[in-house]
């Protein structure tokens, strides 16, 4: 009696056998599945296979286990039809399919090459530190950002994690040495500031395998995680767009780079996207370190219309917010907006007034550095680390994105629409 089975398809692996081999956070991760021919091997067991010390396919009958066929160590079948073997029921068979009694069943052995595909070797990681820079590990930006995405990764894969917290600069070779002599097996560094740092261990340590954050070192093993910021931009310019009431808005840089300008390029492509007729008022205060000058900058501009300004100035920005907050305590019921850079400046733009709470800060254009974190570090895992390489992350990637704390219903559903166009390539956000 011949029976068809529903996509029956099992793999069994080799249960114990090099279990010693394998400690925990060291075996790669591997996919769910692999094409094999017109057969999709899954990873599955049948009853309590593990506890078999070598590989055997089992029916269960009376809650034990009996052995059907012993099949050689290592060794790894399918089920793809079927022959008549008992009148005991299997159960929990690959993706949790019964096989009713007196089916028919035949096995063929799956190939090596789709074993090592779903069993990848060890690449050895167990350890992934990062070193921070002097704004320490709670900082409300990359440093603590960094942590998060480090700290799951480490939940989630059982691989050690831990940080080295940098008081000064003279701290950053030191904490990446001592990462460095415990064997770590990942280790990233944390902004701009760490740049010369990475570079010179990654050349001490050819063997050692390390990532900067927001930065690009050009060295085999280093991974450089960066990110699209005019995409970051192009998504703040679509809430600027839609949420001016003067239909004028500003955007305040620091110093004028090939970076900067993609954060102006951005912004403005965002801004006319939703609104063509909106204008854009631009300019640069010439440091990232000058948050006077922001003030001022950024009180012209509100003098002369703007009810919005995008800042992309690092500390420069804190005048900005401070010019805003200034005018919001002057009259609350003004909507005087700053949008935060990089990280969410929620914090930044919190204000009393008349023991009332407010809060300028409209959204932030997100570096979303966590996520990059833990992709970097999966890529390690699975012995694909992108030493020597710039890693970008925008839109497509999840690795940018706009905070939405004070963004009401519909003006979110704006950016996801938008999102969504950038991701399709139906639109080309400019960077310069």
């Known amino acids: 009696m011949r029976q ?80 008549k073997l008992s009148k005991t029921t299997w159960y929990n068979v690959g993706s949790g399919h019964n096989v009713k009694k007196d089916s028919r069943v035949k096995y063929t052995a799956v190939p090596k090459e789709v074993l090592a595909k779903l069993n990848p070797p060890s690449t050895g990681l167990t350890k992934v530190g990062m070193v ?52 770590y097996g990942l280790i990233f560094g944390v902004g701009y500031l760490l740049h010369e740092p990475i570079s010179s261990i990654a050349i001490k340590n050819k063997k050692g395998k390390y990532a900067i954050v927001d930065s690009y070192v050009n060295q085999p093993n280093v991974a450089s995680v960066v990110f699209k910021e005019h995409e970051a931009s192009f998504l703040a310019g679509v809430v600027a767009g839609l949420k001016t009431e003067t239909n004028n808005v500003g955007f305040i840089g620091g110093i004028q780079s090939s970076m900067i300008k993609a954060y102006e390029a951005g912004f403005v492509a965002g801004v006319k996207a939703v609104n063509p007729s909106a204008e854009v008022a631009i300019q640069y205060a010439g440091s990232f370190g000058a948050p006077d000058k922001g003030q001022a900058i950024a009180s012209a501009m509100y003098s002369a219309g703007s009810d919005i300004i995008y800042h992309a100035s690092g500390g420069t920005g804190n005048g900005v917010f401070a010019a805003a907050k200034q005018l919001k305590m002057k009259d609350p019921s003004q909507n005087i907006w700053v949008i935060g850079v990089d990280r969410d400046q929620h914090y930044e733009g919190m204000v009393k007034v008349d023991g009332k709470e407010y809060n300028v800060t409209l959204t932030s254009a997100l570096k979303k550095v966590d996520v990059a974190v ?34 009401d219903y519909n003006t979110i559903k704006k950016v996801e629409e938008y999102k969504k166009k950038v991701k399709s390539g139906e639109i080309k956000v400019p960077h310069n």
């Open 4 to 83: 068809t089975l529903k996509s029956l398809f099992i793999f069994l692996v080799a249960a114990i056998v090099f279990a010693s081999a394998f400690l925990p956070g060291e075996a790669a991760a591997a996919p769910a599945s692999v094409k094999w021919g017109g057969i999709t091997v899954k990873k599955g067991v049948v009853g309590k296979v593990t506890a078999v010390k070598e590989t055997t396919l089992v029916k269960i009958e009376k809650n034990k286990l009996k052995t059907i066929k012993k099949i050689k160590k290592g060794s790894v079948y399918a089920v793809y039809s079927t022959k």
């Open 132 to 183: 921070t820079d002097v704004g320490g590990v709670d900082d409300k930006s990359f440093n603590q950002s960094t942590w998060e995405g480090l700290s799951k990764f480490g939940k989630d894969t059982g691989v050690h994690f831990a940080y080295k917290q940098s008081k000064t600069d003279a701290d950053y070779a030191k904490n990446l040495e001592a990462l460095t002599k415990d064997r």
């Open 374 to 407: 833990y992709d970097i570090a999966s890529r390690t895992k699975k012995g694909q680390f992108p030493g020597g390489k710039a890693i970008s992350y925008g839109i497509a990637e999840n690795g940018v994105d706009v905070a939405t704390a004070n963004l």
